[in-house]
Nanobody, 128 residues
């Protein structure tokens, strides 16, 4: 059974940092890409970042480039999202998800529809 468990969310002041973790099990971790998405109240779910665990290819939304860093530890089957210089507009529930392919591309990674399995989400709240 595929399982994804996010952790690391919380309340932080603007300018602060958080590190989210996504612990995965139930599939061959290094064969698939993992994406981070977020959804704020009243807004559509949006792609934040993605990493291909076979080749470490990474992608970021323009809104987080230079502030967020995605990484993976294949030995621990865990993907991390280091979030620095947080802004109030980063407030959302953050989800990790398993992509149906191993290597993300610039035109596919941010579309949440193909992602097969999702975690329960972790709340990130950034106060101004």
């Amino acid at each position: 059974e595929v399982q994804l468990v996010e952790s690391g969310g919380g309340l932080v002041q603007a300018g602060g940092s958080l590190r989210l973790s996504c612990a995965a099990s139930g599939f061959t971790f290094e064969d698939y890409a993992i994406g981070w998405f977020r959804q704020a109240p009243g807004k559509e779910r949006e792609g934040v970042s993605c990493i291909g665990n076979s080749d470490a290819t990474t992608y970021y939304a323009d809104s987080v480039k230079g502030r967020f860093t995605i990484s993976s530890d294949n030995a621990k089957n865990t993907v991390y999202l280091q979030m620095n210089s947080l802004k109030p507009e980063d407030t959302a529930v953050y989800y990790c998800a398993v992509a149906p392919w191993g290597q993300p591309t610039s035109s596919t990674w941010y579309d949440y529809d193909p992602y097969d399995y999702w975690g329960q989400g972790t709340q990130v709240t950034v106060s101004s």
